[in-house]
């Protein structure tokens, strides 16, 4: 089987440590495109617990561009 792969960029992640959890965490962050143009325009914020980027963060933000 012949596959091809490509990297899906779709916002940012900032990633730490937890000193508490001992773990490595991530936070995935969906950011509008208006967002760097319109600096003190209030944006709504979503948080989803345990939105992964194999989970539900991909579906939600894919959502949020289409909404627009």
């Keep these: ?4 792969r490509s990297s ?3 916002g940012g992640a900032i990633h730490f440590s ?3 959890l001992d773990e490595r965490r991530s936070l ?3 950011l509008p495109a208006s967002y760097q143009n319109e600096p003190k325009k209030n ?3 979503i948080y989803l617990l345990d939105g992964a ?6 579906h939600i ?3 949020l ?3 627009g």
Excluded: G, H
């Design 43 to 45: 944006y709504p914020v």
């Design 61 to 63: 933000a894919v959502w």
């Design 8 to 10: 899906l960029i779709i």
């Design 18 to 20: 937890s000193e508490i």
């Design 28 to 30: 995935n962050i969906y």
């Design 1 to 4: 089987m012949d596959l091809e």
């Design 65 to 67: 561009l289409f909404l």
């Design 53 to 58: 980027m194999s989970e539900d963060f991909v």
